[in-house]
């Protein structure tokens, strides 16, 4: 019983350390993208001599990726407040796999223990027999 509890938060601590995995890996990929647009706005221009509407669109382009980065910045938020979370959970299921785990070696050594004093119950029970009948 304690075996399977053991392998059982070893496998739930396996999928935490999965999900962990995967929201780090969209926090990379948002970080790339507020890179890539900042990127954009700072390289976006009209053309030099180009009608005075050019630069109201310009505006309005810059200020869209910029709401687009917010907007980004504001999952990112949300994807480490889950990050913690699941980072805690790992910890948590990490605790009760080490309890579980001692537990198991604990269960395996009283396990020969009795294994050991039945031979020893055994084998003295055969010496007494040898001496009664020597």
């Known amino acids: 019983m304690i075996e399977k509890l053991y392998k059982l938060k070893k496998s739930q601590t396996d999928q935490k350390l999965m999900q962990k995995g995967q929201i780090m890996a969209k926090m990379n990929h948002i970080d790339d ?3 890539f647009t ?3 706005i700072k390289t976006t221009s009209v ?4 009608a005075i509407s050019d630069f109201a669109v310009l505006a309005i382009h810059k200020n869209t990726m910029k709401l687009h980065i917010s907007k980004l910045e504001e999952e990112k938020k949300i994807l480490n407040s889950q990050l913690e979370i699941i980072v805690n959970e790992i910890v948590q299921l ?3 796999t080490e309890q579980y ?3 198991l070696e604990e269960e395996k ?3 020969l223990r009795r294994v050991l004093l039945i031979e020893e119950e055994a084998s003295s029970e055969y010496i007494q027999s040898k001496y009664i009948n020597g």
Not at 47 to 50: D, L
Request: no cysteine; aromatic share 6%.
């Open 101 to 103: 785990g001692y537990m």
């Open 38 to 40: 900042e990127n954009k």
């Open 94 to 96: 990490q605790k009760e």
């Open 33 to 35: 993208e507020v890179m």
């Open 109 to 111: 050594q009283e396990n």
């Open 47 to 50: 053309q030099r001599h180009g």
